[in-house]
């Protein structure tokens, strides 16, 4: 005959323990097979290859009795099949297996005699495991049952492993009956536990006391003043406690879910009035619980349909039936009212010990409780919202209440405690490393004393948990180190080591004193004499109490999991989006949206090590999720800082001077009183008057959105998701950077058809603007705008982006070099050398754009401040390549026209035979235009340069006056190099170093493409000294055009003439150094106005009034030529030109100016 089983003999702990992890794996992978079968793209290819579907029909219509000689059709294709499916088909067998192990497991309890022990508010962990273990495997059968494709993998499996192995597998006889068995899965599962009946009612029973006292409504909370640290002052810094810890924080869903489906499993105990009012009970607060995740079962038709199988239960059809009814009609109110109580006790809560941390101690309790209540509240609404009722009620509003505009406050007042549990993780531990020293251990002690008759188990894990509470001494401690201490850390003599141990963050580890309460309650049975917990219920409270008290200095992390774990958000992923966009939407939730981003950080919690192939998709699932919550919250962001800055450059651009006109004119003309008034009310400023502070302006509200939304911006510094961390603060900056990028070029404003562009002094004042707002929202969020700015605007001073976008500086270089220097060789605009600007000389409207409005000194002071040196450099560049390429053509013209500039050269003195060359020379008129295009570039180079230097000046002043005092000593000799750092800064050189870098640039190539030598070839310096002849000669033509005429309001020529000074005496001087002659430009300059002058004083002995129309105009621009030259003189003017025959004409082009 069998030996009795002994209860300490048997490891019911350590059993329950294991089976339920293994049940929560095993689970994770049907849920995936269920998944999987399910979606068309994801199930395995041969439940819809066309081919097989025959063999599947018949398989399923055959199973589990498959003949596989009939299904031949499988033979190609078998070890495929086995591949394909193995994974499936073993955890059928796994399931199989752990199904074995529950049943031996129930069985051995029952045996045993446990129903005495188990009892929630004592046993807590051994009743616990046990209706766990029970609700699992019930949810497990539920599930197998919903498996779509689940006869034909296993028939499909076992007919490929018969034609390979010659043979079935053998599990298959068993597993076939188990899927058959199961079909229906509440029928087999309630005649299966009818020998459980005892053990079941005895557990359930236990929490008829606990479930009422928990499923409070929201005015109950109220009343009582739930989860409030402030109600009762004088007992705020006494812990908070009592006989049934655990049960405090025990979710409400699991208690549901354990009474609901486990009186189904012995549905004759419902017959009992005081089982069916509890039951009852927890059918009226929903219509739906969870199965596993997103898995959820319509309860009530559920229940319904098995009950109408049972005659003897039909009467309880109709209490399912009223208990639906006011499910659908209250459930969602009821629900409400309490996530409307949670929002304001958690953030009272938060509030006080984010204040007061040291509170966190003695008041963890509430901590857990509140975020177990929060967690509990948020999963209703989450399986309800989804799963509608499937019948409707006339008086249920139950859509109006399941969608929650605040559920993010909620959301956010929990991670808000999670986070201060997590950083004042030491608070807690010191406060209960002392606790656990200073009382539990004395307690505990006292208690022991007074029990007699202990049998030796409990006597020796007893006095054990007592040895290592009172006795450790100190070369004990200092021994430990930092290795993981176990509770004899926690020590009567020694608690000032321990905690310095908390300050030095060794790691302690409990879970042995756990383990050995969890086996205690399962030794406490009927069959067995000794130790009865249902005697010592203050023991057990006790022990209770200590094992809390030891979870709050090893397990936070796990009791943070166990009571406020959302990565049920995972599996709602179109709901979790739907409620962050919901959120983004509604102003006054902005602030709390980063608890989104933060709740991604929990999904790595709903992994499984049994099911490792779902890690990877639950990591990217919540990875691109966790992104692009805070892409769209740094967008929105984004949005209302553009708004913001769009209106305000509107209110801005109504400062500028060309506004004040209207207004000018206004009050020069007599009105009424009443338009007066009209006019008054529509000045600048008047939009920051009010009348009441109620009424919101819209720019209120974009500013109030702001601060909420960067509130939840600024809130975490970062965001850890798996490995990777998230910041938020960079996904601003970055949204601001490109936004600024984005709206700088946009308030350029350019048309490429009707080459419009914005003043560049109205574009810097929009700009000014637009940063004045950026920096306020530094006042928002703890960011360099700084930074933003620097990395802009660097990268508008280049001719494109990082992105590859135009720039403000691209732009403007095409508008200034291709539209405006164009309209001005065409004519109709001067350089006035007064104004310093170019002037359009037609009346306005008569071209697209006033040339001064974008020249003159203010404008180019502007388009410095804006593109900075290095975008003035890009525009010389530009300027300068426009130079060459004139240059390339005027060295082509004095090639054909070589051995006539040569005899001109030698023969200049012989007037007859100079004016005989004259007549030979071949475009004339082209040399003469050319150079005055040079000439206009050069002067509108110099305005720019000017501009450059009193934008720097204002800017570096210490380091432009170095620079200056480099260029009054150069070091070395180094001209070149002490030039080009000059012309960067905007100073003017006797020899313009970008013109020389651009030349040389476009030097020849000769026919084999090989670049000539470093030393330029002699004929080179002879074309630029033919090059200057030609030029030099040329200039007395000047005279009998029309367009010649001098503008004495202006200082220049119609036909921008006089910009040939600037240009022969820049572009002669970087002609001569490129060509290495450096050291002959003065030389040969004055060589060009002696060809020059003489060339001009021919004109006094011309008697053809067309010849000389304008010579008075021509001999002012000698004049000018000399006085632009750092080389030449006006003794030298003098010496070769007669400066009577100026001041003559001076005198003549004013008179002939005031006369016309």
């Not at 020590?491 to 060794?506: A, R, Y």
């Not at 003309?669 to 009443?674: G, H, I, Q, V, Y």
């Not at 508008?815 to 001005?824: E, G, K, S, T």
Request: net charge negative; aromatic share 8%.
């Amino acid at each position: 005959m069998s030996r009795a089983p002994i209860a300490t003999e048997q490891k019911v702990a350590e059993k329950l323990t294991i089976l339920n992890d293994r049940c929560i794996g095993i689970l994770t992978r049907i849920y995936n097979i269920k998944k999987a079968c399910g979606d068309a793209k994801s199930k395995p290819a041969f439940l819809s290859d066309k081919s097989l579907e025959s063999c599947i029909k018949h398989i399923v219509r055959k199973f589990p009795n498959i003949d596989s000689k009939s299904l031949q059709a499988l033979s190609s294709v078998r070890t495929d099949i086995m591949k394909s499916l193995s994974l499936y088909y073993y955890t059928f067998v796994d399931l199989l297996d752990l199904k074995d192990h529950i049943s031996e497991l129930l069985t051995l309890m029952g045996v045993l005699g446990m129903h005495e022990s188990l009892d929630i508010g004592i046993s807590y962990d051994l009743t616990k495991g046990y209706l766990d273990l029970v609700i699992n495997y019930v949810t497990l059968m539920v599930l197998l049952s919903r498996v779509e494709d689940r006869k034909a993998v296993l028939g499909l499996f076992n007919a490929a492993h018969e034609m390979v192995n010659n043979q079935g597998d053998p599990s298959f006889p068993r597993l076939g009956q188990m899927i058959m068995d199961y079909e229906v899965p509440l029928k087999k599962l309630s005649e299966e536990f009818v020998p459980h009946t005892k053990l079941l009612s005895a557990a359930l029973s236990s929490l008829h006391q606990l479930y009422p006292r928990r499923n409070l409504k929201a005015d109950q909370w109220r009343a009582a003043q739930m989860l409030s640290l402030v109600n009762n002052p004088s007992q705020l810094l006494n812990p908070a406690q009592t006989d049934t810890m655990p049960c405090e924080y025990l979710s409400l869903d699991t208690l549901e879910r354990w009474i609901s489906l486990g009186y189904l499993l012995i549905p004759h105990t419902l017959q009992n009035p005081q089982v069916l009012d509890i039951w009852t009970q927890t059918l009226q607060t929903g219509w739906v619980i969870t199965l596993f995740r997103d898995e959820v079962l319509h309860i009530h038709s559920f229940i319904q349909s098995f009950l109408e199988t049972r005659k003897e239960l039909s009467k309880r059809v109709s209490d399912v039936k009223e208990s639906y009814n006011t499910a659908v009609s209250t459930a969602p109110l009821m629900h409400r009212e309490r996530r409307k109580y949670l929002r304001t006790a958690l953030k009272e809560l938060s509030l006080i010990l984010t204040d007061q941390p040291g509170l966190l101690g003695p008041k963890a309790l509430f901590v857990f409780m509140g975020l177990s209540f929060a967690r509990d509240e948020v999963l209703w609404l989450l399986r309800h919202h989804e799963n509608p009722p499937l019948q409707k009620v006339k008086s249920g509003k139950s859509a109006e209440d399941l969608v929650d505009r605040q559920l993010p406050e909620l959301l956010f007042h929990m991670e808000e405690l999670r986070a201060l549990v997590k950083k004042y993780s030491q608070v807690l531990q010191r406060y209960y490393i002392q606790y656990l020293n200073g009382y539990d251990a004395i307690a505990l002690n006292q208690l022991m004393q007074s029990l007699q008759n202990l049998p030796e188990d409990e006597s020796i894990i007893l006095s054990s948990m007592c040895s290592e509470i009172g006795q450790l001494s100190v070369k004990q401690v200092d021994e430990g180190g930092s290795q993981s201490i176990n509770l004899s850390s926690v020590t009567n003599e020694n608690g000032q080591l321990t905690v310095k141990q908390v300050d030095e963050g060794s790691s302690f580890d409990f879970r042995g004193i756990r383990l050995d309460w969890f086996r205690i309650q399962a030794y406490s049975t009927q069959n067995r004499t000794g130790l009865q917990l249902r005697d010592n219920r203050e023991m057990a409270a006790l022990i209770n109490q200590i094992v809390f008290h030891t979870k709050m200095v090893d397990y936070l992390d796990e009791m943070l999991n166990e009571t406020s774990d959302l990565s049920i958000f995972c599996f709602f992923s179109k709901q979790f989006e739907d409620n962050f966009h919901m959120c983004l939407e509604f102003p006054a939730q902005n602030r709390y949206i980063i608890a989104f981003p933060l709740i991604c950080s929990h999904m790595q919690a709903c992994t499984h090590e049994v099911c490792p192939e779902e890690r990877y998709h639950i990591r990217e699932r919540s990875l691109s999720v966790v992104n692009m919550f805070l892409e769209e919250m740094a967008k929105e962001a984004k949005n209302i800082i553009t708004t913001i800055c769009d209106e305000q450059c509107i209110l801005s651009d109504k400062l500028l001077p060309k506004h004040t006109v209207p207004l000018i004119l206004s009050h020069k003309k007599k009105e009424k009183k009443k338009k007066k008034e009209e006019a008054a009310e529509g000045r600048p400023g008047h939009e920051s008057y009010r009348k009441t502070r109620e009424e919101l302006t819209t720019m209120d509200k974009l500013h109030m959105a702001l601060t909420e939304l960067c509130f939840a911006i600024n809130y975490c510094s970062q965001v850890q998701v798996w490995e990777y961390t998230f910041a938020p603060r960079e996904y601003l900056y970055q949204h601001l950077e490109q936004r600024f990028a984005r709206a700088l070029v946009g308030m350029v404003m350019y048309n490429e058809t009707t080459s419009e562009i914005a003043k560049p002094s109205e574009l810097l004042t929009s700009v000014r603007t637009y940063m004045s707002v950026l920096q306020t929202v530094e006042n928002y969020v703890h960011i360099d705008i700084t930074r933003v700015f620097n990395n802009v605007l660097l990268q508008q001073t280049q001719l494109q982006d990082s992105h590859g976008e135009k720039t403000i500086t691209a732009l403007y270089n095409t508008w200034y070099a291709d539209i405006l220097l164009r309209r001005v060789s065409a004519g109709h605009i001067v350089f006035s050398k007064n104004q310093r600007a170019f002037v359009s000389l037609t009346s306005e409207g008569a071209q697209p754009f006033a040339a001064e409005e974008f020249s003159d000194v203010n404008e180019l002071r502007a388009l410095a401040e804006l593109i900075g040196p290095y975008g003035m450099k890009a525009l010389n560049e530009n300027l300068m390549w426009h130079i060459a390429n004139q240059v390339q053509e005027l060295r082509r013209l004095v090639v054909i026209n070589k051995e006539v500039l040569l005899s001109m050269r030698t023969n200049f003195d012989k007037p007859e035979q100079m004016k005989d060359l004259f007549k030979k020379l071949q475009q004339v008129d082209s040399v003469l235009s050319r150079m005055q295009i040079i000439g206009v570039i050069l002067c509108f180079r110099q305005l720019a340069q000017e501009a450059l230097t009193d934008a720097l000046e204002q800017r570096i002043p210490f380091l432009m006056s170095s620079i200056a005092d480099f260029r009054h000593h150069v070091p070395n000799g180094d001209t070149m190099l002490v030039n080009e750092m000059s012309s960067a800064a905007g100073h003017r050189c006797e020899v313009d170093p970008a013109l020389v870098h651009v030349l040389r640039a476009h030097k020849s190539v000769d026919s084999k493409g090989i670049v000539a030598d470093k030393e330029v070839h002699d004929d080179e310096f002879i074309v630029t000294c033919l090059l200057m002849v030609f030029v030099a000669v040329s200039i007395p033509k000047l005279a009998r055009m029309d367009s010649t005429c001098y503008k004495t309001a202006y200082q220049s020529h119609a036909n921008n003439s006089h910009c040939l000074a600037l240009g022969i005496n820049t572009l002669f001087a970087a002609l001569f150094t490129y060509c290495g002659r450096a050291q002959d430009i003065e030389e040969r300059l004055k060589e060009f106005l002696a060809l020059a002058s003489s060339s001009l004083l021919r004109l006094g002995k011309e008697n053809d009034k067309e010849v000389i129309k304008h010579r008075d105009a021509t001999y002012i621009l000698l004049h000018e030529i000399v006085g632009e030259s750092p080389f030449l003189t006006m003794d030298l003017l003098e010496a070769c030109f007669p400066y009577a025959l100026i001041r003559n004409a001076y005198h003549a082009v004013h008179k002939a100016d005031q006369h016309g």
